[in-house]
Nanobody, 122 residues
Framework: VQLQASGGGLVQAGGSLRLSCTAS????????MGWFRQAPGKEREFVAV????????YLRDSVKGRFTISRDNAKNTAYLQMNSLKPEDTAVYYC????????????????WGQGTLVTVSS
């Protein structure tokens, strides 16, 4: 599976962006999809995960109520809708996919996209 992340950019605090993660090579309909981010000088951290079987989501506390993870299986694409962005959301965002929920939750992931930069100005 090849993942292509896109949608990053420069936005003012309080603004919104939608990141996309488009897969090729196989369907994502039976994969857990996740988003991670890495801010400058910091380690990569988990942001959100979406199950394929129940359609349930899990997000890190700091983005709950602001970010939404979703998928469109027909387009073989996962999304991260980010609202009410804050400067501390500035990071390179990566999408990941895996057949194992715990592995992707812990930052493993069989498949990774190349990352897209999100910069939030104050």
């Amino acid at each position: 599976v090849q993942l292509q992340a896109s949608g990053g950019g420069l936005v003012q605090a309080g603004g919104s962006l939608r990141l996309s993660c488009t897969a090729s090579g196989r369907t994502i309909s039976t994969l857990f999809m996740g988003w991670f981010r890495q801010a400058p000088g910091k380690e990569r951290e988990f942001v959100a995960v979406l199950t394929w079987n129940e359609g349930s989501t899990y997000l890190r506390d700091s983005v709950k109520g602001r970010f939404t993870i979703s998928r469109d299986n027909a387009k073989n694409t996962a999304y991260l809708q980010m609202n009410s962005l804050k400067p501390e959301d500035t990071a390179v965002y990566y999408c990941a996919a895996d057949s194992c929920y715990s592995r992707i939750l812990l930052g493993g992931g069989d498949y990774w996209g190349q990352g897209t930069l999100v910069t939030v100005s104050s």
